[in-house]
């Protein structure tokens, strides 16, 4: 099983602000079949990002992915106050799919 | 457009089989390569993978579950069904689906709480 680790649990930022999460994999994640998904208390997880660095339908362009192997990040370019939230990753490419612990992003 | 929409009991007793639905609409659950999949979240804890089934009627479930864990689908209702078998209080979370898309788990329903609990 690929373990995901996210670390730090939280980031602290201002609006306006970029940020960079992090997802380490345990092993190489298959064709880089990594996603990241946005999540709001209360609210389902949100496709963002997919195959590393494909976004989703409608995701605004200042989420972007990046990385490979087994070095994956969420970089946000620009902090919306909507985008504080927990942002988890998954890698799809092997079974169990698998998904990692996820990172807060709170406003500093 | 497509949507998914968790139902079943809020409270369930240990040891008990939990029986979960899960109704789509803006897709047909005959569509080709395309499924629907189960996740679940303990409360503050990561989402973890339970099974999910596709078209063909394919199933795959999570090792570690396996043993209790039932998917199955009614395309007539639009309907996808999973069971666990003998609840346990850790077993409580948000249960969650979410259509499978090329792989992807693309959109997801908006979660039913389980509560495990005598």
Known sequence: EIVLTQSPGTLSF?????????????????????AWYQQKPGQAPRLL???????????????????????????I???????????????????????????????K | QVTLKESGPVLVRPTETLTLTCTVSGF???????????????????????????????????ISLKTRLTISKDTSKSQVILTMTNMDPVDTATYYCARIRYALFDPWGQGTLVTVSS
Request: hydrophobic residues 30%; aromatic residues 10%; glycine residues 10%.
């Open chain 2, 28 to 62: 047909s659950l005959s569509n080709a390569k395309m499924g629907v999949t189960w996740i679940r979240q303990p409360p503050g804890k990561a989402l973890e993978w339970l099974a999910h089934i596709f078209s063909n009627d394919e199933k795959f479930y999570s």
């Open chain 1, 49 to 75: 990002i997919y195959g590393a660095s494909s976004r989703a339908t409608g995701i605004p362009d200042r989420f972007s992915g990046g990385g490979s192997g087994t070095d994956f990040t969420l970089t």
């Open chain 1, 77 to 107: 370019s620009r902090l919306e106050p909507e985008d504080f939230a927990v942002y988890c990753c998954q890698q799809y490419g092997s079974s169990p799919i698998t998904f990692g612990q996820g990172t807060r992003l709170e406003i």
């Open chain 1, 14 to 34: 201002s609006p306006g602000e970029r940020a960079t999460l992090s997802c380490r994999a345990s092993q190489s994640v298959s064709s880089n079949s990594l």
